[in-house]
Nanobody, 128 residues
Framework: QVQLVESGGGLVNAGGSLRLSCADS????????MGWFRQAPGKEREFVLA????????DYADSVKCRFTISRDNAKNTVYQQMNSLKPEDTAVYSC?????????????????????WGQGTQVTVSS
């Protein structure tokens, strides 16, 4: 069974940066697109960003474009999320997810239903 473990969350001042990591225990990490979602208190889970299985294609929510980036290291079975210029509204639990199936190499899934394995999440709190 695939296990996804996030790390790197914490408390940061507005304007600061954090880097989240998500380690995948599976042996076929490079066959699956990966994504990050977040959920703030009282709100529904929302898509943040995702990356194709090979890492050549990405997609971002409008709210994080030009501030967040996603990357992956298939040799280390790890996906990263670099968050810059953080805002208080970025406060949420951030979870990584692995696509439920092997998509075409250029496909970047973005819907929660496209993903079949989820991490426990890591809290990111941005103070104003």
């Amino acid at each position: 069974q695939v296990q996804l473990v996030e790390s790197g969350g914490g408390l940061v001042n507005a304007g600061g940066s954090l880097r989240l990591s998500c380690a995948d225990s599976g042996r076929t990490f490079s066959s699956y697109a990966m994504g990050w979602f977040r959920q703030a208190p009282g709100k529904e889970r929302e898509f943040v960003l995702a990356i194709s299985r090979g890492g050549g294609y990405t997609d971002y929510a409008d709210s994080v474009k030009c501030r967040f980036t996603i990357s992956r290291d298939n040799a280390k079975n790890t996906v990263y999320q670099q968050m810059n210029s953080l805002k208080p509204e970025d406060t949420a639990v951030y979870s990584c997810a692995r696509a439920s199936r092997t998509y075409y190499y250029a496909t970047v899934p973005t819907r929660p239903t496209d993903f079949g394995s989820w991490g426990q999440g890591t809290q990111v709190t941005v103070s104003s």
